[in-house]
């Protein structure tokens, strides 16, 4: 059973960092992508950045370049996103997900993805 549990979330301020954690059961990240997505009020759930093949391939939306950061740790079957330089704009809940559709192009959409997490609230206060 696949099974994906984000965290990391909080309260930051403008300028502020925070790391959000993506724990996985059930898959294995040779052959698994993992995707961070987020999802503000009133808007579509957008693909933030995703790791695959053991973070030989990576995929960043273009926004978020430079601010951004995926990582995976294959012992702890997590995946991590580095958020640096956080702006209001970025307050949403942050879901991790997992697809097994390893095409780098398609993993920016959610309905590349076949497992998601509960979410985690991201408040950038100004």
């Known amino acids: 059973e696949v099974q994906l549990q984000a965290s990391g979330g909080g309260l930051v301020q403008v300028g502020g960092s925070l790391r959000l954690s993506c724990k996985t059961s059930g898959v294995t990240f040779d052959d698994h992508a993992i995707g961070w997505f987020r999802q503000a009020p009133g808007k579509e759930r957008e693909g933030l950045a995703a790791?695959?093949?053991?973070?030989?391939?990576?995929y960043y939306k273009e926004s978020v370049k430079g601010r951004f950061a995926i990582s995976s740790d294959g012992a702890k079957n997590t995946v991590y996103l580095q958020m640096n330089n956080l702006k209001p704009e970025d307050t949403a809940v942050y879901y991790c997900?997992?697809?097994?559709?390893?095409?780098?192009?398609?993993?920016?959409?959610?309905?590349?993805?076949?497992?998601w997490g509960q979410g985690t609230q991201v408040t950038v206060s100004s």
């Open positions: 790791i695959f093949k053991n973070g030989d391939k990576i």
């Open positions: 997900a997992s697809s097994a559709r390893l095409i780098l192009s398609s993993l920016r959409r959610p309905d590349a993805y076949d497992y």
